[in-house]
């Protein structure tokens, strides 16, 4: 599960912000929407609110770019992501670093790196103990030999191979050291250094992030007939009109008649990219571009990929539609429908304008679903929304509700309503609008 995200000089946060998922124990509702592991208790949502431009979205790129540095290195683009608000930030080190649990072990992975110049210049990984300590796993640093902690002793094979790889990496200065030893490694099976998986799979693979026209999952749901079923069901009850979900085969020729051809061979670029860095032999992703739906399957490095797109039905109506003919409220759920079906243990979803284009009570609707159908689960959900009319106290405690707002700099700041002292009967959503918590927009008068 995700603890807490840490950024600094990125994008609009200039000194470092941080979002955490750790249960404040002066609240007392909603009990269920906390899991405890070990000594730690830990939230299972978080809703962020904020004028337009505040930042919310660059909370959400900030997880995209972690995840995208580790599976592709430093890109190209970097070079202008530093905070820009003050002119020293250029040459200014910019942080980023998740803690997270795999299991009942609580991980700290970081990394910190001049964008401005394309070079990492450290990074490290800690194991967080529940006293308050902590044990140095690796640690990495520019032009030097990446050291291990205090790990325990090494087979004399596994000295040796660490050793030659730590070696060879000295001088890599826009690819990080985790993703390094997860490219074709192998680890026995008792190995000391299995934490190198354990850290870099967790950030890869359970945090899903879905930003509004552009949906990702890996999720199986639209590859079997009984799925499609469940999510016809599902899909009813947000009474879209939709009565049947089918799937067809397309060829890549006719993916391209519907999306443009550069982003058809970006995605199957995407794809193989994964398949490398996860030391994978087969891959299948659902991927929703605008008005494309598609559900792509690679099952080796050289096969021709499967692509299925679906086929929709309405009420008694014999025609079939395609998925470019819905609503746009309609084609938001289905960037979301696999968050209610998935069955993926430890998952935590970051979704950008949860609300996009849909109902506030059909919002309201899911968020309530989304609760229900991962009650007993360590599943998460982190978006961000503009929809006032879910900051309810019967909804979320006030621990899982943030802010982000900015300041006379114009750098993004992020802090709790927990901060806030509020009775349990205040309309939350009311002294919101009316400004008692910030992060609204302020207005400028102007002369016609």
Not at 219 to 234: C, F, G, K, R
Request: a negative charge; one cysteine or more.
């Amino acid at each position: 599960m995700l603890i807490k995200i840490s950024i600094e000089n990125f994008k609009s946060f200039d000194q470092r912000e941080e979002l955490s998922m750790i249960s404040s124990s002066k609240v007392h509702e909603n009990k269920n929407h906390r899991i405890q592991i070990k000594q730690t208790t830990l939230l299972k949502n978080a809703v962020i609110y904020g004028a337009n431009a505040s930042g919310k979205s660059n909370l959400v790129v900030a997880f995209e770019f972690i995840k995208k540095v580790l599976m592709e290195g430093l890109p190209v683009e970097c070079i202008n992501d530093f905070c820009r608000n003050r002119e020293e930030n250029k040459t200014k080190e910019s942080f980023f670093e998740l803690q997270f649990t795999v299991g009942n072990t609580f991980y700290a992975y970081g990394f910190s790196a001049i964008l401005s110049q394309r070079k990492i210049t450290e990074e490290w990984l800690y194991e967080l103990l529940q006293d308050g300590e902590s044990r140095q796993l690796f640690i990495r640093k520019a032009n030097e030999v990446t050291q291990l902690g205090d790990i325990g002793k090494l087979s004399e094979a596994e000295k040796s191979r660490f050793a030659v790889y730590s070696e060879d990496f000295t001088g890599h200065d826009t690819q990080l050291f985790l993703a390094e030893m997860n490219r074709g490694k192998k680890y026995v099976k008792k190995s000391k250094l299995l934490f190198f998986q354990y850290a870099f799979r967790w950030i890869v693979n359970n945090i899903i992030i879905i930003k509004p026209n552009m949906g990702i999952s890996n999720t199986e749901a639209y590859y079997n007939d009984e799925s499609l079923e469940n999510i016809s069901e599902l899909i009813q009850t947000f009474d879209t009109g939709i009565t049947d979900i089918k799937t067809k085969v397309i060829t890549v020729e006719e993916m391209e008649k519907m999306i443009p051809r550069e982003i058809v061979y970006g995605i199957f670029s995407h794809l193989k990219q994964q398949m490398q860095a996860t030391n994978s032999t087969s891959i299948q992703m659902t991927w929703r571009l605008n008005d494309g739906f598609f559900n792509i399957r690679i099952l080796d490095n050289y096969a021709e990929p499967e692509i299925t797109t679906l086929v929709l039905k309405h009420g008694k109506s014999v025609f079939d539609f395609s998925f470019s003919e819905e609503s746009d409220g309609t084609k938001r759920l289905f960037d979301l429908i696999d968050m209610l079906l998935t069955d993926r243990p430890d998952t935590t979803f970051v979704v950008d304008e949860l609300e996009r284009s849909l109902h506030p009570k059909l919002t309201e609707h899911f968020l309530k679903l989304f609760m229900k159908a991962h009650e007993d689960t360590s599943m998460q959900l982190v978006f961000t929304t503009h929809e006032a009319s879910i900051m309810d106290q019967s909804l979320f405690r006030r621990d899982e509700i943030w802010f982000i707002e900015r300041d006379a700099d114009n750098a993004s700041k992020i802090y709790s309503l927990d901060r806030f002292k509020e009775r349990y009967d205040r309309k939350l959503s009311k002294a919101y609008l009316e400004g008692r918590y910030g992060a609204i927009p302020v207005f400028r008068s102007f002369s016609f």
